[in-house]
């Protein structure tokens, strides 16, 4: 049995780090010529990694499932990137960006990787900033910072209501500058679809080529997966439509443990359900919530206008319940307060799945210039959505799955339980807990990416200076791309009845229902055992149209969905073993007033997943969380 | 709602293509372009058929993945908008809809309505970046930026990519494209130190690349989902004259 070791540095938190840097092994520049990397994913983790490891001499390889490194799915995030860099003087530091992130993640991460990512924060934008990101500015010429998600400084570095957009581009025009130079060669339209170990060492994968279906080989000395998050095993979230786990999901079933997969971040503002044709959902910004009052009406199932309700009939419930915070409350307490008003049958719009965010109030208190100034991107966005206008009718919204905090487990390296296999990016579980706090997703893609990868993996690299490329019609290859081949004909051959969309649309809703916002044991069992039904009913009577060599859209979804039935259990199988509720995971058995509440006694740890078979049930190992600069905590928002 | 759909379907590359009619019917008007385009696939796929094969990703108009000509335009009728981002409200009723590949010279079908713009790649291969290594570089804030040129790049750094340009213009000319990258960085300091390079490199690969040329028609700007501007292009220009001079 494996053994979790997370090679946490010795020393104090605030210099293991760079002391760590300063005795990691390195690899001499001659040898770097001669050792190849893969990189799975060019999202801000992936572009940030491989053009970094090129700059240093390694050759890279590249892999991204759209057209171009461009589009990955950072390229969707709005509000903004975190830094402890204290431009404001209002008393931020690396300490408590730290902290905060600790706080948030409602003790369930691990502390020297927090205070790592806490310290890089800095030099992120320094290194942004260079490549010519252009972050918003003042009027002085120098930049501009706001305060994010209900943090108490201002810290977040934004460029309008694009900054993922911009980061991406930035880390884009670095890895295209490598590309360039020749050091990196990239494949695009190209998906993993197994990893090859060899040895018990990540040495290379297979890649399908979307374009004409070609099954390829390709060696690495080692393998990066920063392949992002796996939110759409829901069907329904914020994520882009190609967002899977496929990649992660062969790596596990090689042998990399997979960290907390229960924990997902379902976010309090995203435009509502409007059909069952519905593809996907969209975010609006949380900022809205800085001036927007959230409501219901008090009385079941009442279906009057908005604006017909008299004030007393209105239940502000955030301003209710959490008095300090209001409508500013954090996103799993919101997400869940909005839960339950509608489970109480005073849901609003016509699904009664949604509740009102409602700029009445602020339009009056500081007129709609000001509004319109403030939110007047986010307001038309809306309006081209639903065809409302919420400068006269309260928004609509409702929780949406957001983020996945859990995902393959790492080590202090960023290396799996696969020797010479790497994890970064939301793809990876380290640094957010049990919750993820606004504008720290992009943070830690490219701190993983820019500053901490490229050190780390020389520590492993150096110890393969003498590893020649591996020929890819070694039998570990062979066997590997068999696999695949088999499971693509496979999918082609059943010719059932059901589309991949009919049982990915049954999957979502089961997860939703029972490993959503609440969970309880006895709905998480029945979960379990409707999951394993459906995924019989897949591979019985599925229908893939098509072939395997040609662009074939049905066919990559057909393996997605397929990945996210095995990884659906597992997540019900994490969240029935976390008998407590923590951060994003609510247990309705675990609460106290209403309000989450932790076993720190019996949790306190990152829950890493053996795989041991389909169908088979997986072997838990515990890495126990140590705190040793931060005391456990109650969230209270009260 | 019902509609009859005129779609372009294209074994590959290789193969020629034509227009197959579908006829729709029970579409609610709430329901995005693209999910409209997902029930015809379920309705193709249940019946046997491979679905019509189109690039899209965040559906949100921002990845520029999604690239369809629709009703004769590049991401269909309405201004300062893509694809993903059309309702079916913004059509009529029984409405014939034809909807077509971008078509360039430079962007070669792959399937159906998938093309390959990799050439756009290939342009920012050749100088789109700042030549700097990670972690060589200074603190954030000793690079001051003079807001107003700040927010001019931001405007052109807004570009996503998507080749709705190319495909408005008659001549298939990239030129919005490239000048939006060229501009973006020749209004900030940072990308100051190498701009006759990288002007001159980009503007080589583009006509490399087999795009046209230039001349003024102002569809490029009309059509982009980013309503990236025209003046962009002047900029490029002038930085191209410039550096070729000196
Ligand atoms: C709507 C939205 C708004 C957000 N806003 C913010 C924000 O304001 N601030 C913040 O900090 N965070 C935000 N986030 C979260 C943040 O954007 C993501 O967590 C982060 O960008 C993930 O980056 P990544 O590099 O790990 O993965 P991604 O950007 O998702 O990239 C994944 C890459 O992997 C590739 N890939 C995936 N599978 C395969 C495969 N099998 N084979 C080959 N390639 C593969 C893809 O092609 C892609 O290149 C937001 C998220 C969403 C959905
Ligand atoms: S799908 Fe991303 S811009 Fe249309």
Redesign the pocket.
Known sequence: MAILDSKIPDGSLETKWSNYKSHIKLVNPSNKRKLEIIV???????SSAAASLAELGYKVKA????DS?RR???I??????NSAKNYKNDGDSVYRLFYDTVKGGDFRSREANVYRLAEVSTAIIDQCVAQGVPFAREYGGLLDNRSFGGAQVSRTFYARGQ??QQLLLGAYSALSRQIGLGNVQMFNR???VELVVIDGKARGIIARNLTNGKLERHFGHAVVL????YGNVFFLS??AMG??V??AWKAHKKGAFFANPCYTQIHPTCIPVSGDYQSKLT?MSESLRNDGRVWVPKKQGDKRKPIDIPEDERDYYLERKYPSFGNLAPRDISSRAAKEACDDGRGVGESGLAVYLDFADAIKRLGKDVIEARYGNLFDMYKHITNEDPYQVPMRIYPAV??TMGGIWVDYNLMTTVPGLYAT???NFSDHGANRL??????Q?LADGYFVLPYTIGDYLSGEIFTKAIPTDHPAFLEAEKQAKERIDKLLSIKGKKSVDDFHKALGKIMWEYCGMARNAEGLAKAKQMVRQLRDEFWKDVKVTGEADELNVDLEKAGRVADFMELGELMIDDALDRNESCGAHFRVEYQEEGEAKRNDEKYAYVAAWEHKGVGENSVLHKEQLVFENVHFATRSYK | MKFNLKIWRQKNASTPGKIVDYSIDNINEHMSFLEMMDVLNEQLIHKGEPPVAYDHDCREGICGMCSMHINGRPHGPLAATTTCQLYMRNFKDGETIYIEPFRANSFPVIRDLVVDRSAFDRIMQAGGFVSVNTGSVQDANNIPVNKQHADLAMDAAACIGCGACVAACKNSSASLFVSAKISQLALLPQGQVEAKERVLAMVNQMDEEGFGSCTNTGACEAECPKEISISNIARMNREYYIASLT
């Open positions: 799975i994913g060019t999202g801000l983790a992936g892999y991204c499932y759209q490194p990955a799915h950072s969707a995030a709005q509000g903004g990137i900054t993922g190209h998906e993993m920063a392949t992002g998050g914020t994520n967002c899977n496929t990649a975010l957001h983020y990016g939301e793809c606004g504008a720290s997703a992009l943070m893609g």
